[in-house]
């Protein structure tokens, strides 16, 4: 008997719920606001995670970038003042920032050092068969094929070496992130301003009759407009923020995981460039606000 | 006043609402315009708080030329103006005191400047006691008091009334004149378009005809149909 009626009570409420759920839908979607809130969020959250991708992404390049270097290798029956003056020119070079000299002796130390054990051989070489060469820093890995394709040019060169693949490959990467980035931004600007404007119109035409008699007892236009420029940017930056807090938590967990699974990635997660996130997220937000608003109360106010 | 010298007005259609009305009214005149639908009597109106500008020809109000004005200047004009329609424009959702009140609250009067002319304009209007009430529980002759109420919270210099007893039955416009009258007797300049022959014969006040967008009658005193 009991049992029976607890039954009944499960079933009750759950029907309950579900009217309850049903009528929070319902007002949901008569709520355009809220529903615009919503699209904004989704915009800002596809803006951020792309900006999130793209500024790690380069900060980790360029870090590698950092390290890479163009090995020049000279002719062997170069004269030590030539030499010197290669050297200079190479410094000379746009983008080059460090020419270091390695002389034929020490490639080969080096290369015994690297090679440990297994270059044993090396000591037996009756001859040197290293030229000399220089190795030369970049301050942008991406100048490397023009300052390359430039100490060509130079007398006394017998070669130049870089990874050359490797550096074009991450600088067009990167260029395309970039490119997939803005064009996510621009999309979400038109798509949030778009949706926010909608909201206003439909705000606007609920309120047209009391906009009427505004007009007709001197209202001024600024009094009648200021609410629904207000309306747009609070829907503006209530979506961001709300993007800004999913994007920023997820984020915080990759780089808790990150650190404790990948520590040797860079990843960014000092607090200047989070704030400096967040708050160009929200500015966003409400600069796609309030151009939607602007957009609707010049189209539907006409005043 | 008003003064209107050679208004014409030409709509986006083509349609000839106006041609060359020259038309003087003075503080404190109690004016009818009459003529059929489609006269021009409404955009007539609608020229004085310039809810519409001429083609060609000037307006003046109080001193100031309306044509000029610039576009903040324009709620400063309507703020000395009570516009009174057929249809109340009323706002279902507030209650009569607020319907009022809203007049003062969009031009940004004090909360004490508010408390002080509602009251008083609803009492001009008879309708005190029924200031909590929700337009839709009041009859139309009352909605129409509430809605000239409105008109003159703000003290204005002119009233203009758009057919005012368009949806009232003849007793009941007979109240709503007798209470612009009232309004008229303090000083204030009453225009009105109207088809209500009663009222206009009745009263016998100022008659400006229009036809076709013409004046062809303005008439002291006049009936609603002339001479004839
Ligand atoms: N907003 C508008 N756009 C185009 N034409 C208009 C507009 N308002 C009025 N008209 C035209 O201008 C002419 C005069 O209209 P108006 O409303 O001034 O006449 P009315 O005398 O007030 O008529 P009624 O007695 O029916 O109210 C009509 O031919 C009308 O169709
Ligand atoms: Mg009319």
Redo the contacts between chains.
Sequence with gaps: MSGMSCEVDTAVKLRTMAALGGQALRSLRKTPALTSIMVVMACMAAVSIFAVFAVNLTAIGRQLQSQVQIRVFLDQNTVPDDKEALGNSIRALPGVIKVEYVSQDEALDRLKLQMGESGFFLNDLERNPLPDSFNVSLARAEDARAVAAGIWKLTGVSDVIYGQKWVDNLVGALRVLWGLTGIVACLALVGASLIVSNTIRLSVFARR??I??????????G??LFPFVMEGLVIGIAGSAAATALVAAGYLGLVTWVKSVASFIPIIRDPIHMRFAVIGTVAFGAIAGLAGSAVSVRRYLKV | MVKMYGVTRVYAGGAQALRGVNLSIDKGEFVFVVGPSGAGKSTLLSMI?RGTVPTNGQVWVAGRNVVRLR??EV??????IG?VFQDF?L?PDRSVYDNVA??LE???ASPREIAKRVPLALDMVGLSHKAQAMPDELAGGEQQRVAIA?AIV?DPFIVIADEPTGNLDPDTSMDIMNLLCDINMRGTTVIMATHNQLVVDRLRRRVVQLDEGIVVRDELRGGYCGEA
């Design positions: 009759k009391e009427e008699i505004m007009k007709l007892v001197g209202a001024t236009d009094f009648i | 708080y576009w903040r709620p400063l004009l309507r703020r000395r516009i424009k706002l809203f007049a969009v031009i940004e409105r703000n």
